[in-house]
């Protein structure tokens, strides 16, 4: 008995959370409204973004009152994680909702573009050449949110104990300061000033409006969709390029580093793992790209180191912004750029991907085990590595976990691209596509398509919510879930 009513009070504060958020997001469906400003044509698509709002909000406030308490109760990380997968999932679902009676989409469809929008991945049905204006907004507008997560949009406005749990769910357990609230806030922030920086500059290389807002939300967030079907390409301008690869590798960067960035703690970016990763990996990729691929395919100098730069950027970034086809790259061009993509992003930033530190520290890994295997046995040495503002050693578990969730990482992409090429499609085409959708990068050889098959279609779904979340943290979360689930329901049971 004891245990059911401490399980109760523990899903009571879950209950409660999942209600806060939702209310939350459902002042985000209605930011679109804005468009109306300037298109006041769009009025009539005002319902199909106020209906599933207002009804995202009821069910939220429901939940928020129904199970509110005065106690504060501390969450567990798997406790966070059920909250944010059910967060997640209701959220994109209702915000699949617009898709259907403004673009005519099958729901399944509308879920896709709402996946890929919330976990800023980029992929896309939807044919921009006749969607309208606020339709695109609201693209634009889940990435940005999604880059920021609905555990910071949460966390800017409440308090509790309960960050804690979430954050980390989310892939975001290092804070900015020790005030989980205050932290979130600066988070927003800093991702606000990104955008509206990032809207500025768009305007000033010669963007319209319009698009340099979409472009800016769309870059900060590394999230990669866009209003041309062209992408970045459509300009073919060096200008609106050199404003799109500051904003992508700001972006990249994790919200820790940027907040060192912002106080001119130069040191610690210096000294973090994963900006000494960026400054090798990027250049040496950018010069690959241009030798072997690139300067064989556009036979202007100046085209092919741009595309280069940019291209490679936006693979490591997990952006998805491109100024060119794919169709005549060569393999070494595609397997580069595949490797890039799995290597994804910072920790603790929008990016997807296995994640830089990650790979950072397993290379350092490879000189710590040949440097122990030259010391004498009774030799006691540290493996020090610096993440963010500290300096982490490393011990058996560390490494246990990084091992594990490269290994699962790489396991789920195997099989995603075996299933691929099982659907008939090209090793090659499903080794870049899975890698996208798994990577939450967006860059696409055109397999991603309104009329691809519904069993691949709901295969990169799953593949770009994995990619977004914690996957690990999000499995054993609902094996709690089903475990208490199917306590509580013994329990009532034998009552």
Known sequence: MREKEYLKRRYTAILSSIGVILILS???????????????????????????????????????????SSSNVSLSIQEGGIIVLISWIVVILFSAWPFVPL?????????????????????SVVDVTVAGPMILFWRSIIQFAGGAGLAIIMMSAIVGPTGVGISSAEGRSEQLVPHIRQSARLVLVIYMCYAVVGTLAYRMAGMPFFDAFNHAFAAVSTGGFSTRVESIGYWDSTAIEAVTLPLMMLGNLSFVTAWFLWRGKLRFIVKNGEVRLQAVLIPLSAVAAFIFTCQTIYPQLGKSIRVAVFETVSALTTTGFSTTSYASW???????MVVLMLIGGGTCSTAGGIKQFRIYFLYRLIFWDIKRRLMPRTAILEFPVWNGNRRVFVDGTRVRQIAVFVFLYLVIYIFGVMFLCANSYSLSDSLFEFASALGTVGLSVGLTSPDMPDVVLWL????????????????????????????????????
């Open 330 to 336: 060569n393999v070494f061009g595609m397997i580069l």
């Open 103 to 123: 673009l005519g989409l099958p729901y399944s469809r509308a879920v896709f573009e709402s996946v890929s929008g919330w976990t800023t991945t980029g992929l």
């Open 460 to 495: 990169e779904i799953f593949a770009m919510f994995l990619g977004r979340l914690e996957f690990i943290v999000i499995l054993v979360s609902l094996l709690k879930l089903g475990k208490d689930v199917r306590l509580i329901m013994s329990r009532s049971t034998r009552r």
């Open 26 to 68: 459902s002042a985000v469906m209605v930011t679109p409204l804005f468009v109306l400003i300037s298109n006041p044509e769009e009025a009539t698509n005002a319902f199909s973004f106020c209906l599933p709002a207002g009804c995202l909000a009821l069910v939220g406030f429901f939940l928020w009152r129904r199970f509110r």
